[in-house]
């Protein structure tokens, strides 16, 4: 072997490996990332994002149910958004009206309601309660109604809040326009209520 290879062998290895000094300067920086990761603002500011992501949700599910109303009006089938909770979830679902169908959200996606129909529910949503988040509405559903689709009932109150931090209201017109608030202000970029 050529002492030009020998010398290269040896440099190589030189570089292979992270120094001391290296090592620590990025066990550093990855503590302080933890640090702040876990620290009480920012599980605060994580809680509210997560409600207002919760929010736009919801308000985009009421939007599709008052949608479904509006495109069943040939056959005057109202839509419903149905509310619910239990130990475990709180949760809603956005169904087909059927006289003699029983829809409760706590059940599993598929099996809300009973007895099951065909295109009777369009969407589920649950919540669990282990992750610090709810849903719940002063009526246990909100109906509209084609050939306009009008919210029965008018004036309906949706609360989505976090147990750390983070509370919206929604109110819902006859006319399914919602209306969003916070009541603890906790939301920037949202009025309070």
């Known amino acids: 072997m050529t002492r030009a290879a020998k010398t290269r062998m040896v440099g190589c290895r030189r570089c292979s490996g ?3 000094f290296e090592l620590m300067v990025v066990m550093v920086v990855v503590a302080i990332l933890a640090a702040i990761a876990v620290s009480p603002p920012m599980r605060g500011m994580m809680a ?3 409600v207002e992501g919760m929010q736009a949700e919801l308000l985009t599910d009421l939007r599709l149910a008052r949608s479904e109303a509006l495109q069943r009006s040939g056959d005057s089938m109202s839509v ?3 509310f619910g909770a239990n130990a475990d979830v709180s949760c809603y679902t956005i169904h ?3 006289p003699g169908v029983v829809c409760d959200c706590t059940r599993a ?6 007895p099951a129909a065909p295109g009777q529910e369009l969407k589920s949503m649950h919540y669990p309660r282990a992750a610090g988040f709810s849903v719940a509405a002063s009526s246990p559903s909100v109906v509209f109604a084609p050939p306009k689709g009008l919210a029965s ?4 109150v949706i609360e989505v809040q976090g ?7 929604t109110s819902l017109s006859a006319l399914g326009v919602p209306r969003v608030c916070s009541p603890d202000g906790s939301i920037r970029g949202v009025a309070s209520c």
Not at 153 to 156: A, I, M, V, Y
Request: charged share 15%; hydrophobic share 40%; with cysteine.
């Open 96 to 98: 087909v009206v059927t």
């Open 109 to 114: 996606p598929g099996d809300v309601c009973l």
């Open 153 to 156: 009932p008018d004036g309906l």
């Open 48 to 50: 509210r994002q997560q």
């Open 18 to 20: 992270l120094t001391f």
């Open 163 to 169: 147990t750390l931090s983070g509370h919206l209201r």
């Open 80 to 82: 419903a958004v149905t």
